[in-house]
């Protein structure tokens, strides 16, 4: 699906400088490389929020096909309040005819997503093209220089909703690289306490070990661009703790942490 950009979008995508030519013919190169190599998940809206195109890694958020999902308004596949805020993006993008940066948390993984305006030619409707990603343990995205940068207001926690204050500044901690002996003086609490809030986010996140919780911290935003970069070794090369993770309570909790873990390792 993704080899030819449908119609209206063939006759647009042109205007795009960061795609260059494009043109509308099949097998393009450019249109390939975005929407099939780059492993970024793209989706053209009409100003009103009705997908145009999407990418097989878009309809994938959905647990949909591309082909299930094009012509249909995205309040049919969001929540209300992801929508709503999603819909004022788009119109800001319209209007102002600039590309904007948004970062949101979806599903305890950390996303940013750049949007771009597309204007036809003559009278025909501007659209706008959205492409993102997990941030993952990488650097965040450079945005385009004439992009506004916008944290969203609708965050998806997933799992770490169910985290207390003090797990998730745990968790935080074991994602910059600190051993427990490390949390245990940063919190001023007991390294035995701190090996309790270790297990009960192992149980919670459904993981056995502390790189897999570190991971889980990168995936989800809570460790800053600085100390990635200043830790991120740490974080690999740590050793590999057991926190005695408990799946009796379902499948499907095991399954969703072990997916967040491999968003997390996803590299550009």
Request: charged content about 20%.
């Amino acid at each position: 699906m993704e080899r030819t950009p449908p119609h209206p979008i063939r006759g647009l995508l042109h205007r795009v400088s960061a795609l260059a030519y494009i043109g509308g013919s099949a097998g393009c190169p450019a249109w390939e490389a975005l929407t099939i190599d780059s492993g970024t998940s793209v989706v053209v809206l009409d100003a009103h929020g009705v997908v145009l195109y999407a990418n097989s890694l878009a309809a994938e958020e959905v647990s949909r096909s591309a082909q299930e999902i094009v012509g249909h308004h995205i309040s049919e596949l969001f929540p209300a309040e992801f929508v709503g805020e999603r819909l004022s993006f788009i119109n800001k993008v319209v209007q102002t005819n600039r590309p904007l940066l948004v970062r949101t948390v979806m599903a305890g993984t950390l996303n940013e997503a750049v949007f771009r305006p597309i204007r036809g030619q003559h009278d025909d409707p501007p659209v706008v093209l959205i492409t993102s990603r997990p941030v993952g343990d990488r650097s965040h995205a450079t945005a385009p220089p004439d992009a506004e940068v916008i944290d969203a207001r609708f965050q998806d926690r997933g799992l770490l909703q169910k985290l207390t204050p003090r797990e998730t500044e745990v968790l935080t901690l074991i994602g910059e690289g600190l051993s427990t002996a490390d949390i245990s003086k940063r919190l001023f609490r007991t390294i035995k306490t701190i090996e309790a809030h270790r297990a009960s986010l192992g149980r919670k996140l459904g993981v056995s070990n502390r790189v897999q919780l570190a991971r889980i911290a990168l995936a989800a935003g809570l460790v800053q661009t600085a100390q990635r970069g200043g830790r991120g070794g740490e974080v690999a090369e740590a050793a590999v703790e057991p926190v005695q993770a408990e799946h009796a309570n379902g499948q499907g909790v095991h399954v969703h942490a072990e997916r967040m873990v491999r968003n997390s390792t996803q590299m550009p």
